[in-house]
């Protein structure tokens, strides 16, 4: 492509030369070329090429089973920690709520309507703690300070310091300030402490607003040692509430769990239990160190990609003297990559939080789960690059990131009449409605009307006391119902179908070539030079192209 010279030393003797800066601008320009047709190529491709082992692609495979495996072996352990609590809070339930029937009833375990069932309730209580060493089944004891003394059993009533109450004539006096008094006493002389303050039940019940007790356990969750774990040791802190502030007759009894793990103080364990746990935490630190080179590896393949664009932007500046268009400059900017990476430091954040859980240097399960959770799920999601390497599977790609501009600016527009429908439906049927007495229960249940889920039971559950809202319950419902599942959610699919086929039909349609697709087709001409229908060997790239003017 070089222009020839003559040149001549002699009448006879004449031959041709080549511009020496013309063939260094084509070499130039095919090495440009070479190295874009290189990155933009698939796995196989690179082999198949230049011999080059698709290191990247080995490690996201490998990274792929242990990260799952990694979190298979953290669930088996959360779940065991899971449990144990759960099952804590019910044998606490059934030791110091009296009548516990098993389940709890909107949220309280149960209720009082006599002054003598409240008494034997809170007796209850005090009894069956001081009698715990004899009762528990389980390896429960009581809390000691750092002197070694034991942590007193604390029982608080809250009272208005002064109410005058005349239901009959309709008549009140009322101080709105609280008054508490608080006592505690050693579990080992429950008898002596209520002989000397039996005046503390003298009680007022029109002025009483509540009584809680709260005292602290310890106990061991040994389970863990099947899953080859160090036990973990608890401390328990119990509040049992005795909530008269409706004063509607009916005393509800709430008792509240907070549970805190840490390490036990000395433990000692035999058998192979020990060197399981060294191989656990191996394993961890080689999945942080997988997931490291998986970021590097993405990492140093969008520098490159930063590289190359700033190469050919430059190459059209000087040569052709105009800017890349926006499709082309998208082309270098790999998302899959950004998603990788924080897959990448999601994993390693979660193993090194494991790795501490394991240590029990710290009990921040939740945390750690959330890392793990969603590392593993955005590692899973990076798969469907390298699916989208073949052509059916790409169309569904590109349905993705066709529909997911529209269906953004569609769920806007509908969550407006969604969220009308929540705050509507929670002023006026909440009184009426279990599923709408709060905002997130009301958006909760419309959801699930909307899918179709317990259409029935939303409407056969509404109180019928008031016709009026009864009346406004079917509107409403029956509107809500037609509005969004016949209308809104058709529409979205709708929307779904129309970017399915836009994108199917990409691929039998001619568009025009961006600079980047005919550089890499060697058609690369000037400004002035009409736009040549897609070749097939361009069909990889982005089927959304910008004109050139």
């Not at 699916?387 to 993705?400: R, S």
């Amino acid at each position: 492509h070089a222009s020839p010279v003559l040149s001549c030393s002699s009448q006879n003797n004449c031959k041709f030369k080549f511009s020496s800066s013309v063939s260094q601008d084509t070499v130039k320009d095919d090495s440009l070329r070479d190295d874009l047709r290189f990155y933009f190529m698939n796995p196989c491709e690179k082999y198949q090429a230049r011999k080059h082992i698709p290191w990247k692609l080995g490690v996201q495979v490998l990274k792929i089973i242990m990260v799952t495996t990694q979190l298979v072996l953290f669930g088996l352990s959360n779940q065991l920690v899971v449990s144990y609590k759960e099952e804590s809070t019910m044998a606490f339930k059934q030791l110091f709520v009296r009548d516990y029937g098993g389940e709890d009833q909107d949220g309280y375990c149960t209720a009082v309507f006599t002054q003598q069932d409240f008494y034997h309730s809170v007796f209850y209580a005090t009894e069956q703690y001081s009698q715990l060493g004899q009762l528990s089944v389980g390896p429960l004891s009581y809390s000691e300070d750092e002197n070694g003394n034991l942590l007193p059993f604390v029982i608080c009533k809250n009272l208005y310091r002064k109410r005058n109450l005349d239901p009959s004539k309709q008549v009140f006096e009322i101080d709105t300030e609280l008054e508490k008094v608080c006592l505690s006493f050693d579990p080992k002389l429950v008898k002596q402490w209520k002989m000397q303050n039996s005046s503390f039940f003298d009680l007022d019940f029109y002025r009483l607003i509540g009584i809680t007790v709260t005292f602290q356990l310890n106990g061991i969750n040994l389970q863990t040692v099947r899953l080859r774990e160090l036990p973990d040791c608890y401390t328990f802190n119990i509040t049992i509430n005795f909530d008269n502030s409706v004063h509607s007759g009916k005393l509800k009894i709430y008792l509240n769990l907070e549970s805190s793990s840490f390490a036990c103080k000395q433990w000692k364990i035999y058998g192979s239990a020990e060197k399981n746990m060294h191989l656990f935490l191996v394993f961890d630190c080689f999945v942080i160190l997988v997931c490291l080179t998986s970021a590097l590896l993405c990492a140093r393949s969008m520098i490159l990609a930063i590289r190359l664009l700033q190469r050919f932007s430059k190459f059209l500046l000087e040569n052709h003297e105009r800017k890349m268009c926006e499709d082309d400059q998208k082309e270098f900017l790999n998302g899959w990559y950004v998603l990788v990476i924080i897959s990448d430091l999601l994993a390693i954040i979660g193993s090194v939080l494991k790795i501490e859980i394991q240590a029990k240097y710290l009990t921040s399960y939740d945390v750690c789960s959330i890392f793990l959770g969603t590392s593993t799920l955005l590692v899973w999601v990076s798969v469907i690059r390298y699916l989208g390497y073949f052509e059916k599977y790409n169309v569904l790609i590109l349905t993705m990131r066709v529909a997911f501009p529209k269906v953004l600016r569609f769920c806007c527009c509908a969550g407006m009449i969604y969220l009308g429908y929540t705050f509507c439906g929670w002023i006026v049927l909440g009184p009426y409605h279990e599923k709408f007495e709060q905002l997130s229960r009301v958006a909760e249940c419309l959801f699930s009307l909307l899918n179709g889920d317990d259409m029935f039971a939303t409407f056969a559950q509404l109180k019928d006391t008031n016709s009026l809202v009864w009346f406004f319950s079917r509107v409403y419902l029956y509107s809500f119902i037609s509005v969004f599942i016949y209308m809104v959610l058709s529409l979205f699919i709708a929307l779904i179908t129309d970017s399915y086929e836009t994108a199917q039909d990409s691929h039998k349609q001619a568009f025009p070539l961006t600079d980047l697709q005919r550089f890499l087709t060697e058609q690369l001409e000037s400004s002035e030079a009409p736009p040549s229908p897609r070749a097939d060997a361009t069909s990889g790239f982005s089927v959304f192209c910008c004109r050139r003017r």
